[in-house]
């Protein structure tokens, strides 16, 4: 459920997924208005619906509309993923142990690392959280409004006990910070196509060997990944956190693993195609 949700790859990943499985399932995009939010989580449950995934703008909102919210969806504030157990709506949040899971696949672990995040909307705070609870030691947001970095820290001091530096997205103030981090984590739009020239780091900077990881997956390559890469870093695209959360979501949905290579096929296949 979101709005738009049309152009949406998560019907292409959950059926591939649900036919190499033999799992009975099938799964919809609907498109649901702001203002019908509420009726539409009321026929979830009338219509016997097994789940569902919320994405924008609809995630913080059906909150309310929900029976139990687990306590790492809770501690984020959005959600999701749904399971209807016969007798509740129970939400998740599959963003952020998506995000940790593409990480450790890729090679890195969080623990005792260094993380800078651009970034303080609702996708940096799922990936701060996870990365809080993934043991890193020392996180950094650099964001365009002060403000909202604040406010994140201060959520992450209240509910974690850390406490983040904050900083503005002017690359001169982050040149010690950039340079210090194992990990390097764009979670702003910027880049997104068609707007594949804009990065948020526009100089580049980036340290070699550092990890370099952009939640924007379309392009796959944006610039931002372009220069790290060129810089000799480890880049990840943001498609695995959507691999990933997809399949942690399969995983609630069916009580089985995830299919992964077959989801990933068809994801990589159908992003190939657009480009
Ligand atoms: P999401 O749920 O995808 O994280 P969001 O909550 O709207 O979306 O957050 C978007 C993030 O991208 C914010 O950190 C935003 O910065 P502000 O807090 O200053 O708004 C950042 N962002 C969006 N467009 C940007 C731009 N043109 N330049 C810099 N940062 C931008």
């Given at each position: 459920m979101g709005y738009p949700v049309e152009h949406s790859l998560s019907p292409l990943i959950h059926n591939a997924a649900f036919g190499a499985t033999g799992e009975n399932l099938l799964y919809l995009a609907f498109p649901v208005r702001p203002g019908e939010l509420s009726t539409a989580v009321a026929g979830l449950k009338a219509l016997g619906f097994k789940g569902a995934n919320v994405t924008v703008p609809h995630k913080e909102k059906i909150i309310k509309y929900l029976d139990r919210v687990e306590p790492i969806a809770a501690r984020i504030g959005a959600v999701n993923t749904i399971v209807n157990n016969g007798n509740e709506l129970v939400g998740y949040n599959t963003d952020g142990t998506g995000f940790i899971r593409s990480l450790n696949e890729a090679g890195f672990n969080p623990s005792g690392k260094n993380v800078l995040i651009l970034g303080a909307g609702g996708a940096a705070r799922a990936v701060a959280f996870a990365l809080v609870d993934a043991k890193c030691t020392?996180?950094?947001i650099a964001n365009r409004t002060l403000a909202n970095a604040m406010k994140l820290a201060d959520s992450l001091t209240d509910k974690c006990g850390l406490i983040p530096e904050v900083y503005s997205m002017d690359e001169k103030e982050l040149h010690l910070v950039l340079s210090e981090a194992d990990l390097v984590i764009n979670t702003t739009s910027l880049g997104m196509w068609p707007k594949v020239e804009d990065t948020p780091l526009p100089g580049g900077g980036f340290k070699k060997g550092q990890w370099v990881y952009d939640l924007v997956y379309n392009p796959i390559e944006t610039k931002f990944l372009k220069q790290a890469r060129e810089r000799g870093c480890y880049v990840i695209s943001g498609l695995s956190m959507l691999l990933y959360q997809g399949a942690e979501a399969f995983t609630l949905w069916t009580g089985q693993d995830a299919p992964v290579e077959v989801m990933e096929?068809?994801?990589?296949?159908?992003?190939?195609?657009?480009?």
């Open positions: 020392k996180l950094s096929k068809v994801l990589y296949g159908a992003v190939n195609k657009k480009n």
